[in-house]
Every structure is written in C-alpha cells, then in structure tokens.
Nanobody, 122 residues
Framework: QVQLVESGGGLVQAGGSLRLSCASS????????MGWFRQAPGKDRDFVAK????????SYADSVRGRFIISRDNAENTVYLQMNSLEAEDTAVYYC???????????????WGQGTQVTVSS
C-alpha cells in the first residue's frame, strides 16, 4: 500500500499563488506515476496534472496549462503542484494520486490522498 498525504491548501485571493505538497513514506514511490485531480461540489473529479515516475514527462489540463507546474522530488518522496495566477474557478478539493499507468483518468490510479481544500476568492 502507498499512503499519500496532501498539504498546502487554503484561502487565497484571485491572482495569487499556492503550492500543494503530496508526501509518501514508501520507497517504492519513485516507481509510480503521480497525478493531481480536483473536484468542486456537485461536479466531476477532473484531471489537473500528471508527472512520469522519473519526472521526464508532464501533462496538464487545458484549464491550468501555463499557470500550474507539477514537479517531484523522489529523494524526498514528494510531489508538488505549484499554482499561480489562481482564479475563482480553481476552487475545489485537490487530490494527489499514484498509479502504475501514466493516465489522465482518475480510475487508472491506485492510491489517493485525503484531499486538501483550495478556495480562491474573487
């Protein structure tokens, strides 16, 4: 089992920045692809960003491309989501996920964090 713990959520004004962290204590973390997803109340769980197991490839949803940056530090078993130029539409619970498939679909991921709330005020 891989246990993931997100942190860094909070309240921020539109145009501001926030960095989310997702940590795992498992050494096998380095072999997993990682993804970020988000879900607003009453809406679907949407793909945000993903990163290949060794960090060589990244991918972003159209809605966040150019504003968000996903990165990972395998030595620290941590993946990050740097969120810049935040908009009210970014308000959601953000989830970190790990899986063996480099996918943009939430159902392809095996392990999930508990989620962290991000609220952007306009």
């Amino acid at each position: 089992q891989v246990q993931l713990v997100e942190s860094g959520g909070g309240l921020v004004q539109a145009g501001g920045s926030l960095r989310l962290s997702c940590a795992s204590s498992r050494r096998t973390f380095r072999g997993y692809h990682m993804g970020w997803f988000r879900q607003a109340p009453g809406k679907d769980r949407d793909f945000v960003a993903k990163i290949f197991w060794n960090g060589e490839s990244t991918s972003y949803a159209d809605s966040v491309r150019g504003r968000f940056i996903i990165s990972r530090d395998n030595a620290e078993n941590t993946v990050y989501l740097q969120m810049n130029s935040l908009e009210a539409e970014d308000t959601a619970v953000y989830y970190c996920a790990a899986g063996l498939r480099y996918s943009s679909s939430w159902s392809d991921y095996n392990f999930w964090g508990q989620g962290t709330q991000v609220t952007v005020s306009s």
